[in-house]
């Protein structure tokens, strides 16, 4: 996801900066929204559980990204948002970033990309978890995002294709990449 230019928009300066640790929740589902989050180091997840037990991965945010960037007009989380490894969080109150956004146009015009942005790679998701192999699934990832991320970040990749890490692995060794 194209990250706004906060640098460009210092909305975020002299805000609140919280630390979490991997597997750190960073708020829950049905909780209510008072607070926009900017990753400023590290890596987040949304997850939602599902009935089988394992979890749908319906975000991953990295520095320079926002968590969770519909809720800012929800009420209520819909997922969890767990720190992936160790993170650092800038935040500030969802109505402070709303009056920002009402006050200043450039920075309106910016969210409206970032946001249009995430829906085209949220598209671009399901049409590859719509793939019926995993062969399929990860060649139209690799095709969008180009080269495998490092070998400790595949679990990531099988969440990301909502595939078994054991399903992945194999695909990766019957191509030979280790």
Not at 126 to 145: G, N
Not at 161 to 171: D, G, N, Q
Request: aromatic content about 8%; glycine content about 6%; charged content about 25%.
């Amino acid at each position: 996801m194209i990250p706004i230019m906060w640098r460009d928009f210092p909305i975020f300066e002299a805000k609140t900066v919280r630390q979490f640790g991997p597997g750190d929740i960073v708020f829950r589902s049905e909780s209510e929204v008072t607070q926009v989050f900017l990753v400023c180091k590290g890596h987040t997840a949304l997850v939602r559980p599902l009935a089988s037990g394992q979890q749908a991965v319906l975000q991953r945010a990295s520095s320079g990204h926002i968590i969770a960037e519909a809720s800012v007009y929800a009420r209520r989380y819909h997922c969890d948002c767990i720190a992936v490894e160790p993170s650092e969080l800038a935040s500030m109150p969802r109505e402070s970033f709303l009056d920002a956004l009402r006050s200043n146009q450039p920075l309106s015009e910016a969210w409206a990309s970032y946001l249009a942005h995430g829906v085209q790679q949220a598209r671009m998701r399901a049409e590859v978890r719509s793939l019926k192999t995993v062969a399929e699934r990860l060649d139209a990832w690799m095709a969008e995002y180009g080269n495998l991320p490092q070998r400790g970040k595949w679990q990531g990749l099988a969440d990301e294709l909502s595939v078994s890490r054991e399903a992945l692995y194999r695909e990766l060794a019957r191509r030979r990449i280790s």
